[in-house]
Nanobody
Framework: QLQASGGGLAQPGGSLRLSCAAS????????IGWFRQAPGKEREGISC????????NYVDSVKGRFAISRDNRKKSVYLQMNSLKPEDTAIYYC?????????????????WGQGTQVTVSS
């Protein structure tokens, strides 16, 4: 089971930190992805981290602004979002798959958390 939290309202240029907490399994076996879905758009992968946490992956639209990390002891993955833009407004989801590497493909993941709303507006 995954639970995403930390969303809210931020001003352009502001920051938010999302958390994805897992329960019920060996978290360090699982790769984690962060996805977002804006109104009227498809869900897109924006960042992912392998089970070891040794490599962090981003799509171009968030590279340099967002940072993914994980703490396997706490069974959690985080997404630090800085320099937020109005176009970052979306529902954000985390997803997991038992595998060493990760993917931006939403169909690849086995488990999904409920979304958390992020709104960037002045």
């Amino acid at each position: 089971q995954l639970q995403a939290s930390g969303g809210g309202l931020a001003q352009p240029g502001g920051s938010l930190r999302l958390s994805c907490a897992a329960s019920g399994y060996n978290f360090d076996w699982y790769a984690i992805g962060w996805f977002r879905q804006a109104p009227g758009k498809e869900r897109e992968g924006i960042s992912c981290i392998p089970n070891s946490g040794t490599r962090r992956n981003y799509v171009d639209s968030v590279k340099g602004r967002f940072a993914i990390s994980r703490d396997n002891r706490k069974k959690s993955v985080y997404l630090q979002m800085n320099s937020l833009k109005p176009e970052d407004t979306a529902i954000y989801y985390c997803a997991a798959r038992r595998f060493h590497s990760c993917s931006f493909d939403r169909d690849w993941y086995e488990y999904w958390g409920q979304g958390t709303q992020v709104t960037v507006s002045s």
